[in-house]
T-cell receptor, first 116, second 114 residues
Framework: AQKVTQAQTEISVVEKEDVTLDCVYE???????LFWYKQPPSGELVFLIR??????QNEISGRYSWNFQKSTSSFNFTITASQVVDSAVYFC?????????????FGTGTQLKVEL | NAGVTQTPKFRVLKTGQSMTLLCAQD?????MYWYRQDPGMGLRLIHY???????AKGEVPDGYNVSRLKKQNFLLGLESAAPSQTSVYFC?????????????FGPGTRLTVT
């Protein structure tokens, strides 16, 4: 069975601090994708980044960066120089193929609060 | 492009009442999904559809029915609402069933069953 664990329920930082959101996943599949979604106070989930199981190269995109380590089944997400607009719930999700197509398993989310 | 829209945004039902949530997408996506979001539990898949006229059960399908009569619409029905169905419901769509495809989400419907 697939599982995604986001152990951090809530994180509070002061603006301009860097913050890392942790994600640990479990799957027996060798081919999968990992995603991060953002849910701002407005409620709608917004896609942020994705990474496939064969590419462990870490990347940076603007203020976002991610660290994918297969050896520890982790897919951590870092926001550099956080801003108040980053305040949201962040979800990590695992995508695998099943008989009915791809299945997305979400973690329970991490509430990020960025204060002035 | 409106993307994915949901109707209504809020609803209060009494136990035993029925209702239908409407999801519409204008991106010509084949695949559509209904999730529920509960505190501390993330999003859980209720039902999904791989194309017009087809539906399938997800992780938590009991108490819900769905229909996909038109490609752009995916309806979620509650025949006899229960307090356990109080939740925020999200519809999503994706262009394919590929592992790599992100899902596009609607704004959600907050349902309270008293």
């Amino acid at each position: 069975a697939q599982k995604v664990t986001q152990a951090q329920t809530e994180i509070s930082v002061v603006e301009k601090e860097d913050v890392t959101l942790d994600c640990v996943y479990e799957t027996r599949d060798t081919t999968y994708y990992l995603f991060w979604y953002k849910q701002p106070p407005s409620g709608e989930l917004v896609f942020l980044i994705r990474r496939n199981s064969f590419d462990e190269q870490n990347e940076i995109s603007g203020r976002y960066s991610w660290n994918f380590q297969k050896s520890t089944s982790s897919f951590n997400f870092t926001i550099t120089a956080s801003q108040v607009v980053d305040s949201a719930v962040y979800f990590c999700a695992l995508s695998i193929l099943t008989g009915g197509g791809n299945k997305l398993t979400f973690g329970t989310g991490t509430q990020l609060k960025v204060e002035l | 492009n409106a993307g994915v829209t949901q109707t209504p945004k809020f609803r209060v039902l009494k136990t035993g009442q029925s209702m239908t949530l409407l999801c519409a997408q204008d991106m010509n996506h084949e695949y559509m999904y209904w999730y529920r979001q509960d505190p501390g539990m993330g999003l859980r898949l209720i039902h999904y559809s791989v194309g017009e006229g087809t539906t399938a059960k997800g992780e938590v399908p009991d108490g819900y029915n769905v229909s996909r009569l038109k490609k752009q619409n995916f309806l979620l029905g509650l025949e006899s609402a229960a307090p356990s169905q109080t939740s925020v419901y999200f519809c999503a769509s994706s262009p394919s069933l590929g592992l790599w495809d992100e899902q596009y989400f609607g704004p959600g419907t907050r349902l309270t069953v008293t």
